[in-house]
């Protein structure tokens, strides 16, 4: 009680407060907010994309904000380590935006009651911590339809990173999308346990390629995969941002993790006092999960059924783990007219019918 009591008095004065607090702030001080990244902001994808929505939130804002952002940030005790720090600084909101930053991000919300921190793609949430996410798979079922109404080799690549429910969930939905429209064709896998490897990523593809892949996408963050697709003369898709930039004639269409206005909506309850925690998951229907303009190169009738599926999705009458799905071997796991609920998407750990490989454990 008697140290509550001088937080309290430390609040009125302005002083600096302990380091499990922040401090204290001016009516007209800014609030500082701090996000890390796994990536480089140059990456044009993932991280790329987390930028520009630390960019909005200071367009929307202004004076009200203040960010910081630290990149390329390995996962582990390197992650924690820039989570306190960030903290310690005064930083009343920080956003950590990998998977791979979850237990570091729990632990240092402890050690910081007074800090709001929002974890991208994790499951754990406390008093003073949010998770957030997209429902990125309902953009590959998408891409997934495209790809199996295009594709003459019936065998498309795909470039993954981790084998983690996200990623799997979206090697899933792309091949059972894919495979509604064009049952013989198959999704071929190279992991390159990496979120942003260019090296690995363009290697990867060109294995892809020479395995008899004419299409080539991805869950990756670089660029790299598309830019080999075009040089072997081939078509693919983006990552996490518009990639045309940098494959022209290759990229069909990329998916578009949009994190603006959630960002902005964030920031703004910490300002008002309204913050509080929760766990969101959000979809094409919300505008977090985007797409770039379709390319020349896309057939009109593939872009209809694109459109198709966009709108049954936003809808409800068309899910993209309605059955009957069956798993690798065959059999079936998800009966005609059912639907895989929300707690097997996010613990995902198989491939379905028309993956080739095995998935890594």
Aim: charged share 25%.
């Amino acid at each position: 009680m008697h140290r509550r009591s001088l937080l309290r008095k430390a609040l009125l004065v302005g002083a600096v407060l302990a380091v499990s607090t922040i401090p204290a702030l001016a009516q007209d001080d800014p609030l500082k907010i701090g996000f890390v990244y796994v990536g480089p902001v140059g990456d044009h994808g993932w991280t790329y994309r987390h930028d520009i929505g630390r960019q909005a939130i200071e367009e929307a804002l202004g004076e009200a904000v203040s960010t910081t952002f630290v990149e390329s940030v390995p996962e582990g005790a390197d992650a924690e380590r820039v989570i306190r720090k960030l903290a310690s600084e005064g930083h009343g909101l920080i956003f950590t935006t990998s998977f791979g930053f979850m237990n570091p991000t729990v632990k240092v919300a402890r050690e910081f009651p007074d800090v709001k921190f929002e974890h991208a793609t994790g499951y754990k949430q406390a008093d003073n911590l949010s998770t957030y996410s997209a429902r990125f798979y309902e953009g590959r079922a998408v891409i997934g339809t495209m790809a199996g109404m295009m594709t003459k080799s019936n065998v498309v690549g795909y470039v993954a990173s981790f084998p983690i429910p996200e990623v799997v969930r979206g090697i899933n939905a792309f091949t059972i999308a894919m495979r509604k429209v064009n049952p013989e064709a198959e999704t071929k896998v190279v992991w390159v346990n990496s979120w942003y490897d260019p090296g690995k990523e363009a290697d990867a593809a060109r294995a892809l390629i020479d395995q008899g892949a004419d299409i080539i996408t991805q869950h990756t963050d670089s660029p790299a995969p598309l830019q080999v697709a075009e040089e072997r003369g081939i078509v693919g898709f983006g990552q996490a941002s518009d990639m045309a930039a940098f494959a022209e004639k290759a990229q069909l269409t990329s998916i578009i993790d949009d994190w603006n206005d959630y960002y902005v909506e964030r920031a703004q309850a910490v300002i008002d006092g309204s913050w509080e925690s929760q766990d969101v998951w959000m979809g094409i229907d919300s505008g977090m999960v985007g797409f770039a303009d379709y390319s020349e190169a896309v057939p009109n009738d593939v872009k209809e059924a694109a459109e198709v599926i966009k709108a049954g999705i936003v809808e409800g009458s068309m899910h993209p783990f309605q059955g009957p799905i069956n798993d690798q071997s065959g059999e079936e796991i998800v009966a005609e007219g059912e639907m895989v609920d929300d707690q097997t998407l996010l613990g995902m750990n198989y491939y379905v019918e028309g993956v080739q490989g095995e998935l890594p454990k």
